[in-house]
């Protein structure tokens, strides 16, 4: 079993930055893909961004590409996600991912029921 949890959320201001981190335990995620969704309220659960095992392979919702940057050490078992130019749209709470089968590009339309492993979620509120 993998146990994901985030942290770094919080208010910010519009146009300010964040870090995300989502830290893994009870198993080495060097081999899985990994990835970040979020969930506004009122609406469904989104893709946000993923990268592959290696962290060669980045991936990005239309949304957020220019802004935002994933990456992942292997050797703490942690995936980032930077957050820069915040926008009040970009409020959500965002969700860790994992799936030691599934490949990066995968969560692109990825259900939540089909991967594996996800944290409980970080706040993340952008102020006017």
């Known amino acids: 079993q993998v146990q994901l949890v985030e942290s770094g959320g919080g208010l910010v201001q519009a146009g300010g930055s964040l870090r995300l981190s989502c830290a893994a335990s009870g198993r080495t995620v060097g081999n899985y893909a990994m990835g970040w969704f979020r969930q506004a309220p009122g609406k469904e659960r989104e893709f946000v961004s993923a990268?592959?095992?290696?962290?060669?392979?980045?991936y990005y919702a239309d949304s957020v590409k220019g802004r935002f940057t994933i990456s992942r050490d292997n050797a703490k078992n942690t995936v980032y996600l930077q957050m820069n130019s915040l926008k009040s749209e970009d409020t959500a709470v965002y969700y860790c991912?994992?799936?030691?089968?599934?490949?990066?590009?995968?969560?692109?339309?990825?259900?939540?029921?089909?991967?594996?492993?996800w944290g409980q979620g970080t706040q993340v509120t952008v102020s006017f």
């Open positions: 991912a994992s799936d030691p089968i599934k490949r990066a590009y995968e969560f692109l339309t990825a259900r939540q029921n089909q991967l594996r492993y």
């Open positions: 990268i592959s095992r290696g962290g060669s392979g980045t």
